[in-house]
Nanobody, 124 residues
Framework: QVQLVESGGGLVQAGGSLRLACAAS????????MGWFRQPPGQEREFVTA????????NYADSVKGRFTISRDNAKNTVYLQMNSLKPEDTAVYYC?????????????????WGQGTQVSVSS
């Protein structure tokens, strides 16, 4: 089993930045794809970004390309999401996810492990 705990969410003004972190425990996730999904108020969960297990590949939703950056530190069993130039439409609960699948999966059901989520709110 893998436990994922997110941190770093909060309230920020439009144009600002936040850095989310996701600490994994229970087993090493160095050979897992890791990623982030988000769920805006009243909407379904949507893919944000993913990174392959040796960080050679990344994938981003079009809505965050050029503004968000995913990275991982396998020695610390941690994945990060740097979010810059935040917009009000980025407001959502952000979930860290892990998958034993190769590559950079983008579908909800590709991921076996989910964190509890952290709230990101962007004011205009």
């Amino acid at each position: 089993q893998v436990q994922l705990v997110e941190s770093g969410g909060g309230l920020v003004q439009a144009g600002g930045s936040l850095r989310l972190a996701c600490a994994a425990s229970g087993r090493t996730v160095s050979n897992y794809a890791m990623g982030w999904f988000r769920q805006p108020p009243g909407q379904e969960r949507e893919f944000v970004t993913a990174i392959s297990w040796i960080a050679e590949n990344t994938n981003y939703a079009d809505s965050v390309k050029g503004r968000f950056t995913i990275s991982r530190d396998n020695a610390k069993n941690t994945v990060y999401l740097q979010m810059n130039s935040l917009k009000p439409e980025d407001t959502a609960v952000y979930y860290c996810v892990a998958s034993p699948r190769s590559g950079v999966p983008t579908r909800v059901y590709d991921y076996d492990y989910w964190g509890q989520g952290t709230q990101v709110s962007v004011s205009s």
